[in-house]
């Protein structure tokens, strides 16, 4: 196992990967999801865990989550992610929201 991070990167306005699986032979196990709004209004994002760029309804982990102007938004979890699932997102506007994920990758 070892400790990964991925971004800061904005989450764009319409539906982009933020997590891209790296291949076949591990999976990763998100720990924590970091969004901070860079704004001084308040903005809202949606993630999504499927196929890549992918926006589907049911593959919501969060739908239109709110993050009031310049704050925080934090979620620990342990979302185990295989080789086919990717995590995408969009913002209720671009160059607002910065992301950070924290995983874990495992050996399968």
């Not at 790296?22 to 993630?47: G, Q």
């Given at each position: 196992?070892?400790?990964?991070?991925?971004?800061?990167a904005?989450?764009?306005?319409?539906?982009?990967?933020?997590?891209?699986?790296?291949?076949?032979?591990?999976?990763?196990?998100?720990?924590?999801?970091?969004?901070?709004?860079?704004?001084?209004?308040?903005?809202?994002?949606?993630?999504?865990?499927?196929?890549?760029?992918?926006?589907?309804?049911?593959?919501?982990?969060?739908?239109?989550?709110?993050?009031?102007?310049?704050?925080?938004?934090d979620?620990?979890?342990?979302?185990?992610?295989?080789?086919?699932?990717?995590?995408?997102?969009?913002?209720?506007?671009?160059?607002?929201?910065?992301?950070?994920?924290?995983?874990?990758?495992?050996?399968?």
């Open positions: 196992m070892s400790i990964n991070i991925s971004g800061p904005f989450i764009a306005s319409s539906a982009t990967n933020i997590y891209t699986p790296p291949n076949a032979a591990v999976y990763v196990v998100i720990k924590h999801i970091h969004v901070d709004n860079v704004t001084v209004a308040a903005a809202t994002f949606s993630l999504y865990k499927g196929l890549t760029g992918g926006s589907a309804a049911g593959t919501e982990m969060f739908k239109d989550q709110s993050v009031a102007a310049k704050s925080p938004f979620y620990y979890c342990a979302q185990k992610m295989l080789s086919t699932d990717f995590l995408s997102g969009i913002a209720s506007a671009g160059s607002t929201l910065t992301i950070i994920v924290e995983y874990e990758t495992v050996a399968v």
